[in-house]
């Protein structure tokens, strides 16, 4: 058995009186792609905030491949291994689709720190760059201007940047929200091609169970900062209390639907 | 086909420059060495303006620095003028990251705030240094007796200093201008649309901007080193906070997204300040309308909308 990439325990994060993230531990292992349900609020992109070093954790201890991570800067997590993507999509909007993963190759190569290169003429960078647009299949909007594509290519696009500091571990952040049906059936598909090509380590925020019980080895469940169950999904779907704490606010989106 | 146009264009733009002393009056051999160099000032700024997106109330403290360095070596020591801008460069980075140091963690208006208290605390002690800087008379009384690279110079003759001016602002836009086409450069304009994204790519933003912050100043003061001499004086006003703000005007008035937007912004300001004061006082109200319709209109400045305009002529 391979040692666990990210090694997460007594996390906790308060903001005043709200316990965002209360006590969760947990392991992940090597080329595995776990699953973090639980409906809004639960503590989830406040957990990758700590995980990714956007937030310090108010306490518990993060390890990435046996070293300690808790606290460092999103940049110095970034060059150990740790990329991730948000909930909201957050590119480079004024440049070229092929542009926004030459700026994260560049960083990831240390181009950045060439004063007098030319950048347009980084045949290896671009070619690289095209290399990880294709593996999203949006390589032909390569040159386009990443604000005017659909907001699904953007989050694909996220996706390809975030791969293209070749991560120990990736984390995404319901990658298919706000997508229409037909793309989220495509990303799901994308990302199981590329959770099955056994070359990354996926932990996935999602809402759309079809999509989690799709794509997950393991499921951690949250309710409220805590973790409620971790499992397979076979597991987590026969579940008394991950079926009560889920299908419960899916009874009450339903309810409020229906009574607005 | 268009880049040719626009090499063509730039062809005919630096021919003119060069042949400005044969073809026009010394009052204007004058007003374009004021452009050229108010240019370069303006364009240093672009680098962290429109380039990085860090706005700097504070830029004229190191313009400022360049023409007190320049004049005090020229007085003290009388070395040749090429080791006095290397001075007045040396400086100027070395404040610029001090200053830098302490504004770059800071971001947007908190920044901008920071940077102009900073530049009021160099005017302040230019100001009052009377023993070094001579106070509010500023510095004056030198004169430049050689270029170095064993060629002479002076300034009795205002051609041969504008068309130092001109080599020296040439070669600077040169290499600022490949700084901006860089893989930095790149990242610079990245951190300008989303800092955070690029932070997530691994890179320590305030390290990048902190750079940039230093090649701008660094810049600005050579811009300083060439304006003393040219002035004959190197004095507060330099240094002042209205002095900062004249990048900032002609940068947006020019075009913040092309290179050579802030050159064009220095040579409509100087140009329209230089006309419109022959016929009226109110040249900030003039200025004022101008600025406010660029704003308001034509975002991209005067040759941003210009290329625009040409495109849509061309299709
Ligand atoms: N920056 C913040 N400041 C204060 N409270 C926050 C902040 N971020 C998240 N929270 C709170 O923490 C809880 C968990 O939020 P979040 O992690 O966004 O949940 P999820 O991603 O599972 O929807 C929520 O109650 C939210 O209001
Ligand atoms: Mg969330």
Redesign the interface.
């Given at each position: 058995m391979s040692n666990p990439v990210l090694t997460i325990t007594n996390l906790t994060k308060r903001f005043g009186g709200v316990t965002a993230v209360s006590d969760i531990n947990l392991e992940v292992m090597p080329r595995e792609t776990l699953a973090i349900i639980g409906p809004n609020g639960a503590g989830k992109t406040t957990f990758y905030n700590m995980v990714s070093g956007r937030m310090h954790p108010t306490e518990g201890k993060i390890m990435l491949d046996g070293r300690d991570i808790t606290g460092l800067p999103p940049h110095k997590i970034s060059r150990l291994g740790v990329s991730r993507s948000f909930q909201i999509n957050n590119i480079f909007p004024e440049m070229t689709v092929q542009e926004n993963v030459e700026v994260v190759l560049s960083a990831y190569h240390g181009h950045s720190r060439k004063l007098f290169n030319i950048a347009s003429r980084n045949t290896s960078i671009q070619q690289e760059a095209v290399e990880f647009l294709k593996r999203l299949g949006i390589d032909s909007l390569k040159a386009q201007r990443a604000e005017v594509i659909s907001y699904g290519d953007k989050r694909l696009l996220e996706i390809a940047m975030v791969l293209a500091t070749q991560p120990k571990l990736v984390l995404l952040d319901e990658p298919t929200a706000g997508m229409t049906p037909d793309e989220t059936r495509r990303t799901t598909r994308l990302i199981k091609k590329l959770a099955d090509s056994g070359d990354y380590t996926f932990m996935i925020t999602e809402h759309d169970m079809d999509v989690v019980f799709n794509l997950a080895d393991r499921i951690l469940v949250m309710h409220r900062g805590e973790k409620l169950f971790a499992g397979t999904p076979e597991e987590v779907k026969n579940h008394p209390e991950v079926r009560v704490a889920y299908l419960g606010e899916e009874d009450d989106e339903a309810v409020e639907e229906a009574n607005p | 086909m268009k880049t040719k146009v626009l090499m063509a264009i730039l062809a005919v733009v630096i021919a003119g420059l060069i042949a400005v002393p044969w073809i026009a009056s010394y009052f204007y051999v004058f007003i374009f060495t004021e452009i050229l160099i108010l240019g370069l000032f303006a364009a240093s700024f672009n680098l962290i303006f429109g380039y990085t997106g860090m706005l700097s109330f504070g830029h004229a403290a190191f313009f400022g620095i360049g023409a007190y360095a320049t004049a005090l070596v020229l007085i003290h020591l009388e070395w040749p003028f090429l080791v006095c801008l290397l001075v007045s460069m040396g400086a100027s980075a070395l404040l610029a990251l001090m200053i830098g140091f302490l504004s770059v963690r800071l971001n947007e208006v908190y920044f901008a705030m920071l940077t102009l208290a900073f530049g009021m605390m160099v005017f302040a002690i230019a100001y009052q240094w009377r023993s070094v800087t001579n106070g509010s008379d500023g510095l004056a009384g030198f004169t430049l007796g050689s270029f170095g690279l064993g060629l002479d110079l002076t300034l009795a003759n205002p051609s041969v200093y504008y068309h130092v001016v001109l080599g020296i602002v040439a070669i600077a836009a040169i290499v600022l201008y490949?700084?901006c086409?860089?893989?930095?450069?790149?990242?610079l304009?990245?951190i300008r649309?989303?800092p955070?994204?690029?932070?997530?790519?691994?890179?320590?933003?305030r390290t990048?901007r902190l750079v940039a912050f230093v090649i701008a100043g660094t810049f600005a003061g050579l811009a300083g080193g060439l304006i003393a001499p040219f002035l004959r004086v190197a004095s507060p006003e330099l240094l002042h906070w209205s002095m900062s703000a004249e990048p900032i005007l002609m940068a947006i008035l020019g075009g913040t997204g092309f290179f050579l937007g802030p050159f064009i912004g220095s040579a409509a300001f100087v140009l329209l300040e230089t006309w419109i004061t022959t016929y009226t006082e109110s040249w900030m109200l003039v200025l004022g309308i101008i600025l406010a319709l660029m704003v308001i209109f034509f975002r991209k400045g005067l040759l941003g909308t210009a290329i625009d305009w040409w495109m849509e002529v061309k299709k």
């Open positions: - | 490949l700084i086409r860089s893989s930095f450069g790149m990242i304009k990245a649309q989303n955070e994204r690029v932070s997530f790519a691994g890179l320590n933003v990048y």
